[in-house]
């Protein structure tokens, strides 16, 4: 399935609008995760634990999105937003969603 950002894909007539389509994942912060990414803030670079987490939510809110799409009869989604928030106490959980529209395309 092609997800892209843009309203139109490029080549494709889009034939068939089926509605918004949404996909959300949360995420619980590890303890020791923390601890880590904490060590690499005082220290500098990159922290590669919160990294991957996103990468992995960011993964299930696409797929979600597109699942959903697809039950809609959508063979792509257009227009496709991607969010990320904290949230929970001591904003300890992340959050990604993603929304677009779902769309038949020839």
């Known amino acids: 399935m092609i997800s ?5 894909i490029e080549g ?5 609008y089926h509605g918004i389509v949404v ?8 303890v020791f995760r923390d601890m880590f990414a904490g ?5 500098g670079g990159r922290s590669g634990s919160y990294e ?12 979600e999105m597109e699942a959903q799409a697809a039950e809609l009869g959508g ?4 227009g496709v937003d991607l969010d990320y928030e904290v949230v929970g106490k001591d904003s300890g959980m992340l959050m990604v969603s993603a ?3 779902a769309v038949t395309t020839e």
């Not at 494709?12 to 068939?16: E, G, H």
């Not at 996909?23 to 590890?30: H, K, P, R, T, Y």
């Not at 991957?52 to 797929?63: M, Y």
């Not at 063979?75 to 257009?78: P, Y």
Request: proline content about 2%; glycine content about 10%; hydrophobic content about 45%.
């Open 39 to 43: 060590i690499t803030d005082i220290l």
């Open 99 to 101: 929304s677009g529209t």
């Open 75 to 78: 063979n792509a989604v257009v």
């Open 52 to 63: 991957k987490s996103l990468r992995e939510a960011r993964a299930i809110a696409v797929g």
């Open 4 to 8: 892209t950002t843009t309203p139109t």
């Open 23 to 30: 996909g959300e994942a949360i995420l619980g912060a590890n």
């Open 12 to 16: 494709r007539r889009i034939t068939a």
